[in-house]
Nanobody
Framework: QVQLVESGGGLVQAGDSLRLSCAASGPTIRSSAMGWFRQAPGKEREFVATITWNGGTTRYADFVQGRFTISRDNSRNTVYLQMNRLNSEDTADYYC????????????????WGQGTHVTVSS
């Protein structure tokens, strides 16, 4: 069983940076692709970024525009999302997810989900 626990959310000002972490546990986590999604109030959950099991390939949503970086440290079973130049539209609950089936940009491609961490960006 895979368990994911996000941390690092909080209240920041527009233009600030924030790093989210996702601590993962489970027998297959190091061979899993990992992704970050977000859900703003009143909106559907949307893809943010994903990374392959070895970190060799990453993909990002168009709205990231070079501001976010996904990375992973398999020795620590942790995935990160570095977010720079935040703006009010980045306000959302951010979720970490694990996929045993490869890299996906759709939520349906992920098998396990964390509980989320909230990010508020004030303008």
């Amino acid at each position: 069983q895979v368990q994911l626990v996000e941390s690092g959310g909080g209240l920041v000002q527009a233009g600030d940076s924030l790093r989210l972490s996702c601590a993962a546990s489970g027998p297959t986590i190091r061979s899993s692709a990992m992704g970050w999604f977000r859900q703003a109030p009143g909106k559907e959950r949307e893809f943010v970024a994903t990374i392959t099991w070895n970190g060799g390939t990453t993909r990002y949503a168009d709205f990231v525009q070079g501001r976010f970086t996904i990375s992973r440290d398999n020795s620590r079973n942790t995935v990160y999302l570095q977010m720079n130049r935040l703006n009010s539209e980045d306000t959302a609950d951010y979720y970490c997810a694990a996929s045993l089936r490869g890299v996906w940009t759709m939520a349906s491609g992920y098998d396990y989900w964390g509980q989320g961490t909230h990010v508020t960006v004030s303008s």
